[in-house]
């Protein structure tokens, strides 16, 4: 388990972290969300250590980060922004490396080493530089190395950024296999990512947490949840069919398409079957009807713009 | 096999990697022959000793050495892989310490690679071997003296090239602290204890006496600490740095 505590990081007059408090269990996959410069990729260095708390604690399975750092530096893999590697190694004396620092001797290191190559199927450039593989081979070597020791948790800031569709679906379903038993957190920009692997979603806007909740929950606070989406195939006024129901809110005429419409839905009830009924009976010129789920881009946006606007 | 050594092994292996340790060693081993047969007059002196080899090395180290130095953490700051490193579950001492004695071994092996000056030494008179052996660690210790100081300053910054000047500068503060012909600028309105203070942290001073065969545990405790406090200083820049 992962507690962090009253987490905040000072750069000279800047708050980059502002008393941050969560926790992580085991089995969950957190994605860590937020605009850029939100402190994404802060917090996860104060989780592993690599920069020091201004107040506040980091503790790994019961181990402080700062007061037992070798300990929980040994739990946690970790994938740093960027996936820095020596560039002037091959795949195969870097990930050595990194399994003689985890504690590897003799024949076990190259028995890790090629359980690795092989999980992020790396096993084709394994004689090659660093420096001269592309983008998405050297951001699995970073995951590579990341998880050598079969870590407890794992630590990914962005880890499928540069990388083409089939590799981040690739890296995708590495992370959920790997999470089963496991910490995962995962920062990312990409919202659909969060919909794909992750238990447990926290959006953060300049270094305080604005959202916390699984997908489907941030999902349900968007204004868009459980509206009903029409298409038209000719001009016909829905609002003045729908006065007088109590869960049904504003229509909406979609930006791109000016035959679709949205019927919001007031408290986030369904709405799908009482607009249905009165579709059917006012006979709607409809070619498409089908419920919209919530859109968690609706909410990043709402909540980590509600925070700017308020300072 | 502790965590210093693995680091070590990957630093040094990491030079003869690329072509920086070879060219180091070649252009080490091409200047000091040409420094000591013709400029230090090794046959003219008619003297069976390694002098005119040792008297250049405080001069050849001070651009050798900062570009050895000069990377050692600059590189792992600009290219991010100081985040690996220390989050891997390791000491910030191992580190600082593997990093910094496989740039030391580098250097010893191009020092000990001047072998065959020895030998001409050897074969055309018969020199003083134990005095030579001792110049040759003071060399050593001296280089690496010139090491520790562009180690520290690689970790002020992200730039190998600022590294580099800082370094030379420092280093030639030090070497001209030693020289007689400053401290004579300064005697007579100085006194004669802060002179002495000065030309004792300069390194001529110690190693002027190491190799001429002045054997005194007090002149390599001199490296040995001065080495220490900067070390100990690179750990507190890189605490303070490393975030940025």
Partial sequence: MIEINNLTKNFDQFTAIDDLSFTVKEGEVLGFLGPNGAGKSTTMKLITGFLSPSHGSVSIDGFDIRSSPIEAKSLMGYLPEGAPSYGDMTTLEFLKFVAQIRGYRGEEILMRVKRVLDEVELNSVSQQTIETLSKGFKRRVGLAQAIMHDPKVLILDEPTDGLDPNQKHHVRELIKNLARDKIVIISTHILEEVTAVCSRAIIIAQGRIVADGTPAELEARSKYHQAVSVRLSENYDLAADLTGLADVGDVEKDNEDDMVFRILANGGNSIFSQVSEIAQAKNWPVTEFHVSRGQLEDVFRTVTQQKQGAQ | ?244
């Fill in chain 2, 1 to 244: 096999m502790g965590n210093l050594l693995i680091i070590f092994k990957r630093e040094l292996l990491s030079y003869f990697a690329t072509p920086l340790a070879y060219i180091f060693i070649v252009i080490f081993l091409v200047v000091n022959g040409f420094l000591t047969f013709d400029f230090g007059g090794f046959y003219a002196r008619g003297q069976a000793d390694l002098l005119p080899f040792f008297a250049f090395h405080p001069f050849l180290y001070l651009f050798m050495v900062p570009a050895i130095a000069m990377t050692m953490w600059a590189d792992e700051r600009k290219t991010g892989t100081i985040e690996l490193l220390l989050t891997l579950p390791i000491n910030l001492r191992d580190a600082i310490l593997g990093k910094y004695l496989a740039a030391w071994a580098l250097i010893g092996i191009a020092l000990c690679l001047t072998f065959p000056i020895w030998i001409t030494a050897n074969y055309l008179g018969d020199p003083d071997n134990g005095v030579i052996f001792a110049a040759y660690v003071g060399s050593w210790f001296m280089a690496g003296a010139y090491l520790a100081i562009g180690a520290c300053l690689s970790a002020c910054t992200k730039n190998p090239v600022i590294a580099f000047i800082l370094t030379v500068t420092i280093c030639v503060i030090f070497v001209l602290l030693g020289y007689p012909f400053l401290l004579g600028m300064l005697t007579g309105w100085v006194p004669q204890i802060i002179i002495d203070a000065i030309s004792s942290m300069g390194f001529l001073t110690h190693f002027d006496s190491i190799s001429k065969g002045v054997f005194d545990v007090r002149d390599f405790l001199f490296f040995g600490v001065f080495i220490a406090a900067w070390l100990f200083a690179s750990a507190v820049v890189i605490e303070l740095k490393k975030a940025s």
